[in-house]
């Protein structure tokens, strides 16, 4: 059975579980579900509202042992995935 860490609701209709690696946010108004990834947790996590891209890609880089060699990859990835905005990426 899945452990569930924490449970909230917020003003716009979200309900949000984070289940072991996962967070799952799940629409009332729309009715739809969305599942967060664990490297979608560890940035849902460490957002806040002056939080720079950059911070967010050192801290998966470093939270991934990811080498100075690959990070240029790694962040294409990001991109590509759109887990990162290729514009704020590169600001």
Same mark, same amino acid.
């Given at each position: 059975m899945a452990?569930?860490?924490?449970?909230?609701?917020? +003003? %716009?209709?979200?309900?949000?579980d984070a289940? #072991? %690696?996962?967070?799952l946010i799940y +629409? #009332?108004?729309?009715?739809?579900?969305?599942?967060l990834n664990s490297t979608s947790k560890l940035i849902w996590d460490n957002?806040? #509202?002056?939080?720079?891209? #950059?911070?967010l890609e050192n801290l998966i880089f470093d939270s991934?042992?990811?080498? +100075?060699?690959?990070?240029?990859?790694?962040r294409q990835d990001m991109i590509k995935s759109k887990l990162v905005c290729k514009f704020l990426s590169y600001q």
């Open positions: 452990k569930i860490v924490y449970c909230s609701k917020t +003003d %716009d209709g979200m309900l949000i289940v #072991e %690696d996962n967070i +629409d #009332e108004i729309g009715g739809k579900v969305h599942v957002i806040y #509202e002056n939080t720079k891209v #950059e911070d991934y042992d990811i080498k +100075d060699e690959e990070k240029e990859s790694v």
